[in-house]
């Protein structure tokens, strides 16, 4: 089966930095992709990773160890803008088909 | 250079009834997917066209379906509605199917099935 497993919420403070974690169980992979959606807002892309290690842009970085089925996105220097759900999706070798995690509701407080 | 854009952005339908519901995708995109986003399921993967071609589908009933036409603009429907369709209905386009373009979203059409 498929299976992609992160935090249901998390919360942390203005300036700090939060790590989401993001497990998954696929049959193939072939890359696995973080997205921010704000609240009735459509999902933004943040980050792409397909071989292991870390992928760093700007406040953002992404970790990936295929051997452990595991990434994380790193968000530093925490913004109060950055509070949105965080979605973890796996490109499981069909083309454009993304299976994605339920969503990390961040919220950041002053 | 625009964004994909989706219409209608928000519809009220009955039970029974049929939806068409249309995605644009950023000029020189070719592959355009389809996804539903409920709270309790997330975001599932409805289906993917390139090139007027359905390449990949989700696990989802016959009702849902969809086509893609020469320009690379796609639309999908949803025929005998039911209540549980409710949800907001995204579309994405990328460059190409390959697995590592990324995906680029529209700002969906929030269904209503009353």
């Known amino acids: 089966g498929q299976n992609i497993d992160q935090p249901t919420e998390m919360t942390a403070t203005e300036g700090a930095i939060v790590q989401i974690n993001c497990t998954y169980q696929?049959?193939?992979?072939?890359?696995l992709f973080w997205y921010q959606q704000h609240a009735g807002e459509a999902p933004t892309f943040l980050s792409y990773n397909v071989l292991d290690g870390l992928e760093e842009k700007g406040r953002f970085s992404s970790f990936l160890s295929r051997s452990k089925g595991y990434s994380y996105l790193l968000l530093k220097e925490l913004q109060m803008k950055d509070s949105a759900s965080y979605l973890c999706a796996v490109n499981s070798g069909g083309y454009n088909k993304l299976i994605f995690g339920a969503g990390t509701r961040l919220a950041v407080h002053p | 250079k625009a964004g994909v854009t989706q219409t209608p952005r928000y519809l009220i339908k009955t039970r029974g009834q049929q939806v068409t519901l249309s995605c644009s995708p950023i000029s020189g995109h070719r592959s355009v997917s389809w996804y539903q986003q409920t709270p309790g399921q997330g975001l599932q993967f409805l289906f993917e066209y390139f090139s007027e071609t359905q390449r990949n589908k989700g696990n989802f009933p016959g009702r849902f379906s969809g086509r893609q036409f020469s320009n690379s603009r796609s639309e999908m429907n949803v025929s005998t509605l039911e209540l549980g369709d409710s949800a907001l209905y995204l579309c994405?386009?990328?460059?190409?199917?390959?697995?590592?373009?990324?995906?680029?979203f529209g700002p969906g059409t929030r269904l209503l099935v009353l």
């Open positions: 696929t049959s193939g992979f072939n890359g």
């Open positions: 994405a386009s990328s460059l190409s199917p390959d697995s590592f373009e990324t995906q680029y």
